[in-house]
Every structure is written in structure tokens, then in C-alpha cells.
């Protein structure tokens, strides 16, 4: 087991691992589910129009800092799988620089064939969330070489 950090391509590896478990779709889409439900409490108090995704059909919140040169992310929706999605994605990019979400492609999305098993709203949504993150990435790491 590796001590420390997991680097995003890491994470990825483990998340398509840990699906590779389940036999089908329903089960796949039960586990997202379970993941949501375990994301850490989101205050209402940042459930703002600021830190919506825009380009998602349920609301996801999205908000982020920036920690020891590390982006912290935290995020929640009010759609069960949407949420599960959110986990996902926060599991992967959450506390590394702003060069590692940039430079990192996202892969686990097309190598666990999810993309193709949402609905194409549900799809564009968490392309759209992919993008938010990337351009906070691109905003910090502006910011931190200004």
C-alpha cells in the first residue's frame, strides 16, 4: 500500500478496480449512489448561484480552495447518482496542484464505460463539472505565478 498521497492516475486505477466488482450497470449505478451518500456534509450557505455547474440538469455546487498549493474541492448535487458522480470526481482531483488536475487526463470516465451508460444530460453534466474544475486549475496556478 502506498503511503501518502495517490497520484490522480492512481486514483483512477483503484476507482475502475473497485467497479470491476460489480456485474452490471444496476449494480455500478447502486455503488455511485452509495458514494454520494457518503460525501461529507455540503452547507447550505454555499448552495449559490456562484458555485452551481452550469450545463447540469439536477444542481450540483461546486466549491474549491486553494491549501498549501493544493486545490481543495467540495461539491454536492440534489440527484442521488449525480451526486455519486460528484464523489467520483472529487475523489480523483481533490487536494493536488493546479498542475496535476491540468496536465492529468481523466480516463476512468471512458475506461469503466460510464460516459455511454448515463443519459446524455447526466454526461454533459459531469463533462461540465470536469471543466469547472480544470478552469479553477487554470485560475489558481494563474494566480500563483502572478
Same mark, same amino acid.
Given at each position: 500500500? =502506498?503511503? %501518502? =498521497?495517490?497520484?490522480?492516475?492512481?486514483?483512477?486505477?483503484?476507482? *475502475?478496480?473497485?467497479?470491476?466488482?460489480? #456485474?452490471?450497470? &444496476?449494480?455500478?449505478?447502486?455503488?455511485?449512489?452509495?458514494? #454520494?451518500? =457518503?460525501?461529507?456534509?455540503?452547507? $447550505?450557505?454555499?448552495?449559490?448561484?456562484?458555485?452551481?455547474?452550469? #450545463?447540469?440538469?439536477? /444542481? *450540483?455546487?461546486?466549491?474549491? @480552495?486553494?491549501? @498549501? %498549493?493544493?486545490?481543495?474541492?467540495? %461539491?454536492? &448535487?440534489? $440527484?442521488?447518482?449525480?451526486? #455519486?458522480?460528484?464523489?467520483? *470526481?472529487?475523489? *480523483?482531483?481533490? @487536494?493536488?496542484?493546479? @498542475?496535476?488536475?491540468?496536465?492529468?487526463?481523466?480516463?476512468?470516465?471512458?475506461?469503466?464505460?460510464?460516459?455511454?451508460?448515463?443519459?446524455?444530460?447526466?454526461? /454533459? %453534466?459531469?463533462? &461540465?463539472?470536469?471543466?469547472?474544475? =480544470?478552469?479553477? $486549475?487554470?485560475?489558481?496556478? $494563474?494566480?500563483?505565478?502572478?
Amino acid at each position: 500500500m =502506498k503511503i %501518502g =498521497k495517490m497520484t490522480i492516475q492512481e486514483t483512477e486505477d483503484e476507482i *475502475v478496480e473497485e467497479f470491476e466488482m460489480f #456485474g452490471d450497470w &444496476s449494480e455500478k449505478f447502486e455503488h455511485i449512489i452509495a458514494l #454520494g451518500k =457518503k460525501l461529507p456534509s455540503f452547507p $447550505a450557505e454555499l448552495q449559490l448561484e456562484e458555485n452551481k455547474v452550469r #450545463g447540469c440538469q439536477s /444542481n *450540483v455546487w461546486l466549491t474549491t @480552495d486553494l491549501r @498549501d %498549493g493544493k486545490i481543495h474541492l467540495e %461539491g454536492d &448535487s440534489d $440527484a442521488l447518482i449525480v451526486k #455519486g458522480l460528484v464523489a467520483l *470526481v472529487l475523489k *480523483v482531483y481533490s @487536494d493536488h496542484t493546479p @498542475d496535476e488536475i491540468i496536465n492529468t487526463p481523466l480516463t476512468f470516465i471512458q475506461r469503466l464505460g460510464l460516459s455511454a451508460s448515463l443519459s446524455p444530460t447526466r454526461s /454533459n %453534466g459531469l463533462d &461540465s463539472m470536469i471543466k469547472k474544475i =480544470k478552469f479553477y $486549475a487554470l485560475a489558481y496556478k $494563474a494566480k500563483m505565478n502572478s
